[in-house]
């Protein structure tokens, strides 16, 4: 089992930056990739960013650029630093661990609005 708490979701106006938290907890050693998605109003969930535990990092074409997927081996702790925000980023942002090709965990996502 591994639980998943995000924070650092919010309110931002175009252009500016957030920086989303996720902290792992449970059986962490078991975890080979974390990732964030994200699910807009009436679309489906979509990879946003992951990085796995080589530290390999894979981003979404929409993201590339602007986003930074990274983590602190320490705090065991996940974080998705957004720069440069536009509307079309709205929608609530998800943590993913991934222990195996048929096993992962899900945070219970945070709201990331962006609007003037």
């Known amino acids: 089992q591994v639980q998943l708490v995000e924070s650092g979701g919010g309110l931002v106006q175009p252009g500016g930056s957030l920086r989303l938290s996720c902290a792992a907890s449970?059986?962490?050693?078991?975890?080979?990739?974390m990732g964030w998605y994200r699910q807009a109003p009436g679309k489906q969930r979509e990879l946003v960013a992951l990085?796995?535990?080589?530290?390999?990092?894979n981003y979404a074409d929409s993201v590339k650029g602007r986003f930074t997927i990274s983590r602190d081996n320490a705090k065991n702790t996940v974080y998705l630093q957004m720069n440069s925000l536009k509307p079309e980023d709205t929608a609530v942002y998800y943590c993913?661990?991934?222990?195996?090709?048929?096993?992962?965990?899900w945070g219970q996502g945070t709201q990331v609005t962006v609007s003037s």
């Open positions: 449970g059986s962490i050693f078991s975890i080979y990739a």
């Open positions: 993913n661990a991934r222990l195996n090709p048929s096993t992962s965990y």
């Open positions: 990085i796995t535990s080589g530290g390999s990092r």
